[in-house]
């Protein structure tokens, strides 16, 4: 792994996202990934389970939007930084979220391990 493939990879995860494409996701992953949405929590197993965990509650297409980019690579780990913003109907933003995303990856630039620390920024005050 090196940064262009890191920032390859992390396209394709918005992409996926956005498209809310099973196929598109399970290219993300390694048959016997592990994906953790808060640091603490116990991992989603394998990418089936992690395909359908992210379309059991899906963001709407046109609700949200996100950049990534690579932070530190070293070997077959990488460390992403970003943000996420969500919008209501008129595109106002309505919540933003600093992200943090510690990964590794196997031979095949397929993630193994996904870890996200995400912060949600407080609300602006007029």
């Known amino acids: 792994m090196d940064r262009p493939a890191l920032q390859r990879w992390l396209d ?3 992409a996926a ?3 809310n ?3 598109a996701i399970g ?3 390694a048959a016997d990934a592990e994906y953790r949405y808060h640091p603490a929590d116990d991992p989603v197993y394998g990418r089936e389970a992690i395909v359908a965990s992210w379309l059991q509650e899906p963001d709407e297409p046109g609700s949200w939007d996100a950049w990534y980019e690579p932070f530190a690579v070293e070997g077959d780990r990488g460390v992403a930084i970003g943000v996420s913003t969500y919008f209501d109907a008129d595109r106002t933003p309505v919540r933003v979220y600093d992200n943090v995303f510690a990964m590794e990856f196997d031979r095949e630039d ?3 391990s996904f870890t996200e620390w995400f912060r949600q920024r407080p609300a602006a005050t007029g």
Do not use: G, I, P
Request: overall charge neutral.
């Open 12 to 14: 394709a995860y918005v």
């Open 17 to 19: 996202w956005r498209s």
């Open 21 to 23: 494409d099973a196929a």
């Open 27 to 29: 290219e993300l992953f």
């Open 110 to 112: 397929r993630c193994t």
